[in-house]
C-alpha cells in the first residue's frame, strides 16, 4: 500500500517570501501522479499542481511549482512570492496510474502567511 | 455547470440514529469517493466507486455503506451513528482522459456530529 508524508504540521512566512512544503511517498509502482491540493479556511479542496511520474521536467503553475524527486520519492511545493491568500493546509496525494484511481492523502501542512 | 454537490453541509446526529449524505455529479465523472478528514490525519478514503454499479470498500469501511445506482449520484449511509464518525465528510469525483487523471473534483464537504 501507498503512504504519503508530510512531516511538517505547520509553516508561518511573511508575505511576499518563498516557502517550500515538503512531501514524501512510498510506493513500489513505477507510473503514477502526485498532487497538491489547498484547502483554505471555506474548507473547499482545490487543486494546485499535478505531476505524472514519468515527466522528469518539474510542473510549474504561476507561483507554484513542484521539485520531484521520482528516486527519492520526494515531492516538494514551492510557493513563490506568497500572498495573504495562500494561507491554507496543503495536501500532498498520490495515485496509482490505471486501476481505481484512488488518491491518497499525506496529514497535511498548515501554512499562514502573515502580513 | 454546479460539479459537486454536496447536502447538507452540517449535521448533528445523535448516536444510533442513521443518516444519508447525499452527493451528486453533474460532469458525468466515473470515478467517485468520499473521504473523511479528522485532524491530524488528512482526508481517508471510506468507499470508492469506478462506475455505475461498481463499489468498492477503501481504508476506513466500518459503518458506512455506498451505492451507485446512476453515474451521478453516490450517497453515502451511516448505518448507526457513533461518535467516532464526527468527522468533515468530502465527496469527490474524476475522470481518465487521453492525458490520464487530471485529480478529483471535490464538494464542500459535510460537517458531521454525533452526540
Known amino acids: 500500500a501507498q503512504t504519503v508524508t508530510q512531516s511538517q504540521p505547520e509553516m508561518s512566512v511573511q508575505e511576499a517570501e518563498t516557502v517550500t512544503l515538503s512531501c514524501t511517498y512510498d510506493?513500489?509502482?513505477?507510473?503514477?501522479?502526485l498532487f497538491w491540493y489547498k484547502q483554505p479556511p471555506s474548507r473547499q479542496m482545490i487543486l494546485v499542481i499535478r505531476?505524472?511520474?514519468?515527466?522528469?521536467q518539474n510542473a510549474t503553475e504561476n507561483r507554484f511549482s513542484v521539485n520531484f524527486q521520482k528516486a527519492a520519492k520526494s515531492f516538494s511545493l514551492k510557493i513563490s512570492d506568497s500572498q495573504l491568500g495562500d494561507t491554507a493546509m496543503y495536501f500532498c496525494?498520490?495515485?496509482?496510474?490505471?486501476?481505481?484511481?484512488?488518491?491518497?492523502f499525506g496529514q497535511g501542512t498548515r501554512l499562514t502567511i502573515n502580513p | 455547470n454546479a460539479g459537486v454537490t454536496q447536502t447538507p453541509k452540517f449535521q448533528v446526529l445523535k448516536t444510533g440514529q442513521s443518516m444519508t449524505l447525499q452527493c451528486a455529479q453533474d460532469?458525468?465523472?466515473?470515478?467517485m469517493s468520499w473521504y473523511r478528514q479528522d485532524p491530524g490525519m488528512g482526508l481517508r478514503l471510506i468507499h470508492y466507486?469506478?462506475?455505475?454499479?461498481?463499489?468498492d470498500q477503501g481504508e476506513v469501511p466500518n459503518g458506512y455503506n455506498v451505492s451507485r445506482s446512476t453515474t451521478e449520484d453516490f450517497p453515502l449511509r451511516l448505518l448507526s451513528a457513533a461518535p467516532s464518525q464526527t468527522s468533515v465528510y468530502f465527496c469527490?469525483?474524476?475522470?481518465?482522459?487521453?492525458?490520464?487523471?487530471?485529480?478529483?473534483?471535490f464538494g464542500s464537504g459535510t460537517r458531521l456530529t454525533v452526540v
Open positions: 469527490a469525483s474524476s475522470y481518465l482522459s487521453g492525458g490520464g487523471n487530471y485529480g478529483y473534483t
Open positions: 460532469m458525468n465523472h466515473e470515478y
Open positions: 510506493t513500489s509502482e513505477n507510473n503514477y501522479y
Open positions: 496525494a498520490f495515485m496509482k496510474q490505471g486501476g481505481a484511481q484512488k488518491l491518497v
Open positions: 466507486s469506478v462506475g455505475a454499479g461498481i463499489t
Open positions: 505531476q505524472e511520474a514519468y515527466k522528469q
